[in-house]
């Protein structure tokens, strides 16, 4: 059974760029397909980007492509997504995810087992 940890959230401006990592223990982390979700204030969790186990393939959700760029380091337990040129309306927590079975590219947030708690981002304008 794997812990998810998020941490590197904070407040941005427009424009700027932050950095988010997600630190696994309990499990076998690479056996994990991973994941980034986001909520809103007042909106469901949305599916950001996945990784597959081996951190080869992505898959992200198509308005953020070409701005968050979603890795992994099996040797670290870890997970990143940086994300860059940000906007106010990406403010959310954001959250891991990970499942043992499924695939990465699974959007929908039922379909994960595992959660972190969540990190602030705060995007000022």
């Known amino acids: 059974q794997v812990q998810l940890v998020e941490s590197g959230g904070g407040l941005a401006q427009a424009g700027g760029s932050l950095s988010l990592f997600c630190a696994a223990s309990?499990?076998?982390?690479?056996?994990?397909?991973l994941g980034w979700f986001r909520q809103a204030p007042g909106k469901e969790r949305a599916f950001v980007a996945g990784i597959s186990r081996s951190g080869v393939q992505t898959y992200y959700t198509n308005s953020l492509k070409g701005r968050f760029t979603i890795s992994r380091d099996n040797a670290k337990n870890t997970m990143i997504l940086q994300m860059n040129s940000l906007e106010p309306q990406d403010t959310a927590v954001y959250y891991c995810a990970a499942d043992r079975h499924g695939s990465y590219a699974t959007t929908s947030p039922g379909n994960w087992y595992y959660w972190g708690q969540g990190t602030q981002v705060t995007v000022s304008s």
């Open positions: 309990g499990g076998t982390f690479e056996s994990y397909a």
